[in-house]
């Protein structure tokens, strides 16, 4: 029987990371956090899509689509959490690259490593 740890190690065994300055201008920047973790602060331009919504926003077939998400699917597509990868962005690429999302990453160090990294971050008013 796996565990947490087995399922996070699988998920960062095929999940890419690329370092916060590395990043894309452009790319779309998905934040898998909750709507007020996002709301108190996150990676300038990014959009929220909490972990527990991915599946229904990313696939093409929900009725509940975002089609800003699944118009992108070819496109580099960049996640993050909180810190280094965690359990829910290595969980966000790989439910991303098994609903056919082709270029996505992790952020490595996450919203953290953005914010020393010196990256623009804003805030919700």
């Given at each position: 029987m796996a565990g947490l740890k087995d399922l996070i190690g699988e998920a960062r065994r095929t999940a890419?990371?690329?370092?916060?300055?590395?990043?894309?201008?452009g790319a779309l920047v998905l934040d898998v956090r909750e709507p007020g973790e996002f709301a108190k602060g996150h990676?300038?331009?990014a959009q929220n899509v909490p972990r527990g919504m991915l599946e229904l926003r990313a696939a093409p077939d929900s009725p509940v689509a975002?089609?800003?998400?699944?118009?992108?699917?070819?496109?580099p597509i960049f996640v993050y959490c909180t810190k280094s990868p965690s359990a829910r962005s290595?969980?966000?690429?790989?439910?991303?690259?098994?609903?056919?999302?082709?270029?996505?990453?992790?952020?490595?160090?996450?919203?953290?490593?953005?914010?020393?990294?010196?990256?623009?971050?804003?805030?919700?008013a």
């Open positions: 890419r990371e690329t370092r916060p300055q590395e990043v894309d201008e990676i300038a331009g975002d089609p800003e998400l699944t118009e992108r699917r070819d496109d290595l969980f966000a690429a790989q439910t991303l690259a098994a609903l056919g999302y082709e270029n996505v990453s992790v952020i490595e160090g996450g919203l953290n490593a953005w914010a020393e990294a010196g990256l623009p971050t804003e805030a919700d």
